[in-house]
């Protein structure tokens, strides 16, 4: 009897407090993504421990229906990449050292509708569609800056990743020169144009960037 | 026995006190979370339009410079005492200039404003997803709200999380 009632009160107990943490966790997870979120096709396992973050750095912006998201990719996790998915056996070493002159961003613009992309999302013709192939493409590029204090760098690298509509998504690459940044905060700016969104700011903090830097990656077997 | 007894007391006491908590927490979560905002306090301490106003005066500076330049030309014209239709000419194109950089300006300015709503009403509807508000209302003399309370008041957390989302922060 005495047992019973016990379990009873620990029963109510526990339930009374699960639903905060819930809700703390999910908060805690929002600034993070998985490389696994990111390409879901490759199935990617890092060493993540608790002194390191559980993903990479991420800001999220939803603006009427469409996604913006600025996720920071450290070099060592390209290098990884290009090393996974590579037949030639070129070291992993080699590769980092390749990918260690630029800091990488990857810049993912979601418009969330059906068989839609960037490139087509009004019925405009065909005439439209080619210039904002061109626009993103070519253009885009000049919108983006990294801003630090009031100083701006533009992009050393910028690739726009067609997939054809074959994704509601459009991926841009985007690298800036490591020895002109600072080791302070930096705020990627992104003018805007095509939906007129205007200014988009995403921030990340010197200490999130050294953090997902400390990520260590499982060499190929 | 009698120690038994007590205990069962104090047990069933706490099961009560619990289911009561437990009972709190779940009307609170049904319940619908409201708040007010004063919308001219948000829009003077939007981050946003003052960046962007910055944009607008510069452009503003542009147009008063060009049209200086040609007011200028126009009052030289007058002063060397040109025949009066090489003046008129002169004063058209003058006036003609002036209309399509007011144009310019009021495309920009809308614009603008459009992106700041854009962005605005994205935050804001961000801010009540997170913060599980069902409805938050606009307080300022146009709008149909006629009272709310001071406690309801979520301006200030609202200009905060807003300013803190264009800056890239969250």
Known sequence: ?221 | MKKEKSFLILLFTLVIASSVINLFHLIKEHQHQTGFVRMNQIWEDLEMRKELEIQLEEKSRSIQSDLAYLEGQLNQKARKGESSKEYQQLQNAYLFKKSQFENEYDELAAKLNEQIDMQLRAYIKEFAQLNEFSYIHVLDPSSSLLYASDDQDITEEVTLYVNMKYQGLK
């Open chain 1, 1 to 221: 009897m005495r047992k019973t009632a016990a379990f009873i009160f620990i029963l109510f107990v526990f339930i009374s407090c699960s639903n905060d943490d819930d809700r703390s966790s999910q908060h805690e997870e929002l600034d993070f993504i998985l490389p696994s979120e990111i390409y879901p096709d490759k199935g990617y396992t890092l060493n993540f421990s608790k002194e390191k973050p559980k993903g990479f750095p991420r800001r999220h912006k939803n603006i009427e229906g469409v996604e913006y998201d600025l996720i920071y990719l450290p070099g060592d996790f390209l290098a990884w990449k290009e090393q996974q998915m590579s037949d030639m056996d070129i070291p992993f070493d080699t590769l980092k050292q390749q990918y260690s002159q630029l800091e990488y961003y990857m810049l993912r613009i979601n418009i969330n509708q059906h068989g839609k992309d960037l490139t087509n999302y009004s019925d405009g013709d065909p005439v439209d569609n080619d210039k904002r192939i061109s626009f993103l493409a070519f253009g885009m590029e000049k919108n983006i800056q990294l801003e630090q204090e009031g100083l701006t760098r533009n992009p050393a690298i910028f690739h726009f990743e067609r997939t054809f509509k074959i994704t509601p998504y459009n991926t841009f690459m985007i690298a800036f020169d490591k020895g002109t940044i600072e080791d302070k905060n930096r705020t990627i700016v992104l003018k805007e144009e095509l939906l007129n969104h205007g200014l988009l700011k995403f921030s990340f903090s010197e200490d999130e960037i050294l953090k997902a830097n400390k990520i260590t990656y499982k060499k190929k077997v």
